[in-house]
């Protein structure tokens, strides 16, 4: 099945600090790629996505671009503010290992991202 | 647009007693409504898909009798945590999908506290 491997947290930075949270992605067919992001206490909110190779998506200062001869979709932002705190998921669309549902969101571990001012 | 509202959003309750959760769609209709469980520092366990009009299908392990789903309109599916137990007490999401697309809008979450 598809699966997602994003990079272990915590991560912490100061106010102003270049980000980067890896992802790559394993897949037979050709996934919708996403980046999700949960603030504490709360539901996930679609921060960004791409739908095919070669796609940028943007959000909020994140970006995120779907690399195919590398199988990745790493996170990125160039000036991180504490509100920027949460804990990132990156998530695909296709099949789940073990799974009776079909296609549905396959997700990450999330990285916690901790700005500090 | 593609608001999902859960309700109630923290319910504490007492074992053996059953716990029903909502979730809605509010501007758009959900064809397939998703269920998650998620545990502290976690990601999201998918528990189980709804289709309107149909029976859900859940994810291997997941008890079909103690997770009870219903998905009776295009806008709302409900989760029923029958005969809880302190176990069972965690972050429950719930996520919705337009009919033909891909992404997934979430709920805010219910939390679950079972004494």
């Known amino acids: 099945g598809d699966s997602v491997t994003q990079m272990e947290g915590p991560v912490t930075l100061s106010e102003e600090a270049f980000l980067t949270i890896n992802c790559t992605y394993t897949?037979?067919?050709?996934?919708?790629l996403f980046w999700y992001v949960q603030y504490p206490g709360e539901g996930l909110q679609l921060l960004l996505k791409?739908?095919?190779?070669?796609d940028k998506g943007s959000n909020k200062g994140f970006e995120a671009t779907y690399r195919k001869e590398t199988t990745s979709f790493h996170l990125e932002k160039g000036s991180v503010q504490v509100s920027d705190s949460a804990v990132y998921f990156c998530a695909l669309s296709g099949l789940l290992v073990n799974s009776n549902s079909g296609y549905a969101l396959n997700f990450g571990k999330g990285t916690s991202l901790l700005v500090t001012p | 647009g593609a608001v999902v509202s859960q309700h109630p959003s923290w319910v504490i309750c007492k074992s053996g007693t059953s716990v029903k959760i909502e979730c809605r769609s509010l501007?758009?209709?959900?064809?397939?409504m998703f269920w998650y469980r998620q545990f502290p520092k976690q990601s999201l366990m998918l528990m189980a898909t709804?289709?309107?009009?149909?029976?859900?299908?859940?994810e291997q392990g997941v008890e079909k009798d103690k997770f009870l789903i219903n998905h009776a309109s295009l806008t709302l599916s409900t989760l029923t945590v029958t005969s809880a137990h302190p176990e069972d007490s965690s972050f429950y999401i719930c996520?919705?999908?337009?009919?033909?697309?891909?992404?997934?809008?979430f709920g805010p979450g219910t939390r679950l506290l079972v004494l």
């Open positions: 501007d758009f209709q959900a064809t397939t």
């Open positions: 996520s919705a999908r337009h009919l033909y697309q891909e992404t997934q809008y």
């Open positions: 709804s289709n309107e009009g149909s029976k859900a299908t859940y």
């Open positions: 791409a739908t095919k190779a070669d």
């Open positions: 897949a037979t067919g050709y996934p919708s």
